[in-house]
Nanobody, 127 residues
Framework: QVQLAESGGGLVQAGGSLRLSCAAS????????MAWFRQPTGNEREFVAA????????NYADSVKGRFTISRDNAKNTHYLEMNSLKLEDTAVYYC????????????????????WGRGTQVTVSS
């Protein structure tokens, strides 16, 4: 099993930037597809971004394309979400997720495809 812990959330003004981190422990993170999801208050958890095991492939929700960047450092067992040009509608609890796979280029975008989750970190964008 792998344990995930998010950090880096907070309060930021619209147009600002934040960088989220997700540290993995327990297993080698390079065996896992890693992703970020978010859940605005009262809404369903939604896909934000995902990255394949070695970082060759990435995928983004249309709502964040061009503003968010997912990356990973397998030597540190950590992956990141760089968020720029933040909007009010980006306000949510952000969760990191992981799924073990033997495939190097696979990405998953559906929450039910992920087996491991962090506890979440709040991101609040103010006007």
């Amino acid at each position: 099993q792998v344990q995930l812990a998010e950090s880096g959330g907070g309060l930021v003004q619209a147009g600002g930037s934040l960088r989220l981190s997700c540290a993995a422990s327990g297993r080698t993170s390079s065996n896992y597809v890693m992703a970020w999801f978010r859940q605005p208050t009262g809404n369903e958890r939604e896909f934000v971004a995902a990255i394949s095991r070695m970082g060759a492939n990435t995928n983004y929700a249309d709502s964040v394309k061009g503003r968010f960047t997912i990356s990973r450092d397998n030597a540190k067992n950590t992956h990141y979400l760089e968020m720029n040009s933040l909007k009010l509608e980006d306000t949510a609890v952000y969760y990191c997720a992981a799924r073990e796979t033997g495939l190097f280029r696979t990405i998953y975008t559906v929450k039910n495809q992920y087996d491991y989750w962090g506890r979440g970190t709040q991101v609040t964008v103010s006007s």
